[in-house]
């Protein structure tokens, strides 16, 4: 007679072994799946940021590489800065038209880097005005927001050999000479150092 012989399966407690390994490989996946997604989501956050700033800085550089000089402005102050706005005139250039100038400022308000620009003119007497506006932050010109979750913006020229703050009220006096260069500092939330850009001032 031939003998047959059964087969063996898994146990109960073979079974719970099993599920149980898979159930930690499975977590661990999970949390390291996890955390590499947050990585990737803060990574593309910072990102962001720092492309915005180099956009902010990129558009700062072109407004003051357009810097008026005092004697087109008939010793007028062409600068204003302190911790929380850039203020100054620029020179435009219209197509088919003469050359004209505007304000143009930036602010930093409830965490937002904005920048405004005035109508252009010729006429130095609504140029005042237009200034005054820019600096009693009474002028009505909607402002585009560069750059948001900015805590501190700080600024200062480079004059007598050295940077310091801006002075007389963090304008440029009538009858002083245009600063070489201007330092702006801008630190976002969360970041621990701000980031620094220096741009030349009638010397391009």
């Known amino acids: ?21 898979l159930a930690i490989v499975a977590v661990l996946g999970w949390r390291g799946l996890d955390g590499i997604v947050r990585s990737r989501v803060q990574l593309t956050g910072t990102m962001e940021q720092m492309r915005g700033m180099q956009l902010a800085f990129a558009q700062m550089q072109s ?3 357009q810097l008026a ?4 402005l008939k010793d007028r102050a062409n600068l204003a800065a302190d911790n929380a706005r850039l203020v100054f005139v620029r020179t435009t250039f219209p197509e088919n038209a003469a050359s ?34 820019a600096m009693s932050d009474s002028d ?8 948001g979750q900015v805590d501190t913006m ?6 007598g050999g050295n940077w310091q703050a801006p002075g007389n009220g963090g304008a ?10 201007l330092e702006m500092s801008l630190k ?17």
């Open 69 to 72: 000089g005092k004697k087109l």
């Open 140 to 147: 009505p010109v909607a402002g585009v927001a560069m750059q």
């Open 63 to 65: 407004d003051l590489e």
């Open 172 to 181: 440029t006096a009538p009858g002083a000479d245009t600063p070489l260069g």
């Open 188 to 204: 976002l939330r969360g970041q621990a150092t701000p980031l620094v850009k220096i741009f030349l001032l009638g010397a391009i």
């Open 154 to 159: 700080g600024v200062r020229v480079w004059q």
């Open 1 to 21: 007679m031939m003998a047959f012989r059964t087969k063996r399966g898994f146990t109960l407690v073979e079974l719970l072994v099993a599920i149980t390994v």
């Open 100 to 133: 004209q100038l505007q304000v143009v400022s930036y602010r930093v308000r409830d965490g937002v880097l904005t920048r405004r620009e005035s109508p252009s003119t010729r006429d130095l007497a609504q140029l005042d005005g237009l200034w005054q506006a």
